[in-house]
């Protein structure tokens, strides 16, 4: 990791400890991060979790098909728009299971 990625990682860090988003961790298990380039130039910050997902039961209620949704939205009269950009960090994990999201980083605060 570059020493500008470094410097972006810390930022996000502490922002994210602030906002009560992440928290310190002492996890036995731990997914590395990653910066994946967006198209406007920036870099989004990535837990690669292929690990995890590779052990995780599936989930045994498929999305519904786009033409089910199409239907269903063509009686519809009322429509509502969400600005949904920081919403997954709102996804409260159940108690007791949130070590297996712990990610690590180049360094200890």
Known sequence: MS?????????????????????ESTSQAASPVLFIPKKDG????????????????KDRYPLP????????LRKAKIFSKFDLRNGFHLIRMKEGEEWKTAFRTYWVS
């Open 42 to 57: 920036t870099d989004r910050l990535c837990v690669d979790y292929r690990k995890l997902n590779d052990i995780t039961i």
């Open 65 to 72: 098909l786009a033409t089910e949704l199409r239907d269903r």
């Open 3 to 23: 020493a500008s990625d470094l410097g972006t990682l810390r930022d996000y860090i502490g922002d994210a400890l602030e906002k009560g988003w992440i928290r």
